[in-house]
């Protein structure tokens, strides 16, 4: 949640300071988000890359670097099956 409120003051600062410059948000939401995800992407890039030329497979590579728990964070569902089991056992 820490990371969550600097990274929330951190552009609140921005656009404060944006503001009195005079500008505008460099890039509409979706470019932003956009160039977010490719940040995001990129820092993948190198530790599946190093699994890659040690011999593991992409696939191996991709699971082993944590890729989707990084990109993706947790999806929708994936703890499903854990809240089920803790409904059962508490009746």
């Known amino acids: 949640m820490k990371a969550y409120i600097s990274s929330f003051l951190a552009g609140l600062l921005a656009g404060i300071v944006y503001f009195a410059v005079g500008v505008q948000s460099p890039a509409p939401p979706i470019v932003a988000l956009a160039g977010l995800l490719g940040i995001l992407a990129g820092e993948q890039i ?35 099956s854990d809240a089920a089991a803790k409904d059962q056992r508490s009746t």
């Open 46 to 80: 190198v530790p599946v890359v190093r699994r890659m030329l040690s011999g593991i497979k992409l696939k191996a590579a991709w699971h082993e670097a944590k890729c989707s728990q990084h990109m993706f964070g947790s999806l929708p569902g994936a703890n499903a």
